[in-house]
């Protein structure tokens, strides 16, 4: 008998043939990726591409944290990590603004580069956006290897929907989760959920980049097939 309450073979099939989609759109724009149906198979490819060794720096990702792979890089015990959210083995935010841009600064002449992303679409375009600019500088020029991890949540389908993404979900989400659980001021996202393109001081809405081409591939993108970040 035939138990129609149970999807998850057919949501693992979706996942993987839209993923699938977006890799190859991506593979066009010279932009190497890979699959992982769940977080442990993307800790383990993610683990897989960093050689032992070499220097690691990491922007603030929901997407990172929920992988545990910077816990994983510390256990290795051979790399130097510049992470501006990260002290002694703990999530943590940075004591004051300019610590935060000092250590960002130093993980931008890493030998690897981690970041989580906002959006990528089925055309094959990387979409991020910053309040420091950090990440996106991370990954348009300076560490010699970019690994972007994406759940499949992160998929959209041009451009117009990845800015759409950003501005609807990713944005008032992120803003709320800094002043719930980091104590900072509350943009008007963080109260209503809605983006009015303000001008507080707090607005994590500053920069944003988009990738549509790289001419050498540093950037080498992950998707896993569950929702992930923000």
């Known amino acids: 008998m035939t138990i129609e309450t ?61 992988v545990g792979i910077i816990e994983e890089l510390e256990k290795r015990g051979c790399h130097q990590i510049f992470d501006p959210f990260r002290k002694a083995g703990e999530d943590c935010m940075p004591a004051s603004f300019r610590e935060l841009v000092e250590t960002g ?16 679409t089925l055309d094959g375009k990387i979409v991020n956006t910053d309040r420091t600019g950090n990440r ?14 994406a759940g499949i949540n992160k998929i959209v389908a041009n ?16 803003a709320h989760r800094h002043h719930i659980k980091h104590d900072m001021d509350a943009t008007p996202c963080a109260v209503t959920g809605i983006c009015v393109d303000c001008h507080h001081p707090r607005r994590i809405c500053c920069y944003t980049v988009i990738v549509e081409y790289q001419i050498t591939p540093r950037i080498e993108l992950v998707i896993v097939g569950e929702e992930l970040g923000i």
């Open 6 to 66: 149970d999807m998850t073979r057919e949501e693992e099939w979706y996942k993987e043939k839209l993923a699938q989609r977006c890799l190859a759109a991506m593979k066009r724009n010279n932009i190497p990726g890979y699959y992982a149906p769940n977080r442990q198979q993307a800790l383990s490819q993610i683990l897989d591409l960093i050689p032992p060794d070499v220097t690691i720096g990491a922007g603030d990702s929901v997407t990172l944290s929920q």
């Open 105 to 120: 600064k130093k993980a931008l002449f890493t030998d690897v580069f981690l970041t989580g992303l906002n959006a990528i």
């Open 136 to 149: 996106a500088s991370g990954l348009v020029f300076g560490p010699k290897k970019v690994i972007a991890v």
């Open 159 to 174: 451009l117009e929907e990845a800015l759409a993404r950003i501005r609807q979900i990713a944005a008032p989400m992120n």
